[in-house]
């Protein structure tokens, strides 16, 4: 079976301080990661995929996370957060059913930015 | 951008109605799926499809829900007579192939609340 787990519900940061949310996973099989990034009134849209390749994945809009196997972590990072990055973000595991329908989703964190 | 898109953006029904919740899912994709989150808890699998039929439902999948591709771009998915814990955002999504690493593309969601 296989679970995700994102440590906090609510995340705030200033804007230009680094932004970290954390992601724990559980996985029989050897897993494929993801960081998806909803905005209100948005579709899910991918920010990064963690696929079996290198380690440190890099994303769009700045955003990068690493795959720690020991940890059996997959945390998300900026270095600058900015105000447009406010959003609900999702850790995402597919445990290798076949296409999209093994994804499991952590409960998503909300990412706040102060000014 | 090639995007899935998804109406109405929220419906508001009476419960034991029936409901139908409508997707574009991009294109060129062969697989699609709906998941749903009911408020404050984790997207949910719901089921996928393939070829023009289901090839994986989760248990929430039951007989008052269905899923259809009645012409080339539509997708849509029905419940039969609604009930209270229906209430959730459901989310379609496509994909071009079915992979551990693939990537699905998911709609903005339709906010369903049944009274």
């Known amino acids: 079976a296989q679970s995700v787990t994102q440590l906090d519900s609510h995340v705030s940061v200033s804007e230009g301080t680094p932004v970290l949310l954390r992601c724990n996973y559980s996985s029989s099989y050897s897993p494929s990661l993801f960081w998806y990034v909803q905005h209100p009134n948005k579709g899910l849209q991918l920010l990064l995929k963690?696929?079996?390749?290198?380690?440190l994945v890099k994303g769009i809009n700045g955003f990068e996370a690493e795959f720690k196997k020991s940890e059996t972590s997959f945390h998300l990072t900026k270095p600058s957060a900015h105000m447009s990055d406010a959003a609900e973000y999702f850790c995402?595991?597919?445990?290798?059913?076949?296409?999209?329908?093994?994804?499991?989703f952590g409960k998503g964190t909300h990412l706040i930015i102060q000014p | 951008e090639p995007e899935v898109t998804q109406t109405p953006s929220h419906q508001v029904t009476q419960m034991g109605q029936e409901v139908i919740l409508r997707c574009v899912p991009i294109?060129?994709?062969?697989?699609f799926y709906w998941y749903r989150q009911i408020l404050g808890q984790k997207v949910e699998f719901l089921v996928s499809?393939?070829?023009?039929?289901?090839?994986?439902k989760s248990e929430i999948f039951d007989d008052q829900f269905s899923v259809e591709r009645p012409d080339g771009s539509n997708f849509t998915l029905k419940i039969r007579s609604t009930k209270l814990e229906d209430s959730a955002m459901y989310f379609c999504a496509s994909s071009e192939r079915s992979a551990t690493n693939t990537e699905a593309f998911f709609g903005q969601g339709t906010r369903l609340t049944v009274v």
């Open positions: 499809f393939y070829n023009n039929e289901i090839s994986e």
């Open positions: 963690y696929t079996s390749a290198a380690t």
């Open positions: 995402v595991v597919n445990h290798g059913g076949g296409g999209a329908d093994g994804l499991t």
């Open positions: 294109s060129n994709h062969l697989y």
